[in-house]
T-cell receptor, first 115, second 113 residues
Framework: AQSVTQLGSHVSVSEGALVLLRCNYS??????LFWYVQYPNQGLQLLLK??????LVKGINGFEAEFKKSETSFHLTKPSAHMSDAAEYFC?????????????FGTGTRLKVLA | EAGVTQFPSHSVIEKGQTVTLRCDPI?????LYWYRRVMGKEIKFLLH????????ESGMPNNRFLAERTGGTYSTLKVQPAELEDSGVYFC???????????FGPGTRLTVL
């Protein structure tokens, strides 16, 4: 069965510091992987996705993620945190094996940016 | 182009009452998904429509939940009768093709007292 693990339900970084949010996945087929962000009182917004092309994926707002098959990881990074990055971040894998392509999400990581 | 919309944004009901949530997908998107996040837990899949047909309802918690997608356009999710454990945020998502990116609505926050 496919699964996603996000290490750290809460992460705090200083403004201007590196943001690193961890995601590990389990999948019996080549995965499609996603990062979504939820800002306060808003819905889920797609940050970036990996669908078997380039392993380094660039997304919106300066975020990027690297697919590492050997480590079954898809960690999200941003070189310099802004106050506006404070939000909850979700990693997800698409269940391609079942044929529905439904998403399986991690438990989310709430990012706090300190001034 | 309008995104996925959901109504209502919030709903507070008493245990035993009925609530109907609505989702309007992006125009032209055949695939419609419902997900739910119970407080503190992960977002979990409920069911998947392709046009008006249910493709996968393996995530529906029990028979108190009924989803429909009339004419392959908007979808409703009815909870009858509601229980305390049904509280959470219900998300709807749509995609054009099966393997395409899903676009999410803002969610409906359901509170059952």
């Amino acid at each position: 069965a496919q699964s996603v693990t996000q290490l750290g339900s809460h992460v705090s970084v200083s403004e201007g510091a590196l943001v690193l949010l961890r995601c590990n996945y389990s999948s019996s087929v080549p995965p499609y992987l996603f990062w979504y962000v939820q800002y306060p009182n808003q819905g889920l917004q797609l940050l970036l996705k990996y669908t078997s092309a380039a392993t380094l994926v660039k997304g919106i707002n300066g975020f990027e993620a690297e697919f590492k098959k050997s480590e079954t990881s898809f960690h999200l990074t941003k070189p310099s945190a802004h106050m506006s990055d404070a939000a909850e971040y979700f990693c997800a894998v698409s269940d391609r094996k079942s044929g529905t392509y439904k998403y399986i999400f991690g438990t989310g990581t709430r990012l706090k940016v300190l001034a | 182009e309008a995104g996925v919309t959901q109504f209502p944004s919030h709903s507070v009901i008493e245990k035993g009452q009925t609530v109907t949530l609505r989702c309007d997908p992006i125009s032209g998107h055949d695939n419609l998904y419902w997900y739910r996040r119970v407080m503190g837990k992960e977002i979990k899949f409920l069911l998947h429509f392709v046009k008006e047909s249910k493709q996968d309802e393996s995530g529906m918690p029990n028979n108190r939940f009924l989803a429909e997608r009339t004419g392959g356009t908007y979808s409703t999710l009815k909870v009858q009768p509601a229980e305390l454990e049904d509280s959470g945020v219900y998300f709807c998502a749509s995609s054009q093709g099966l393997a395409d990116t899903q676009y999410f609505g803002p969610g409906t926050r359901l509170t059952v007292l």
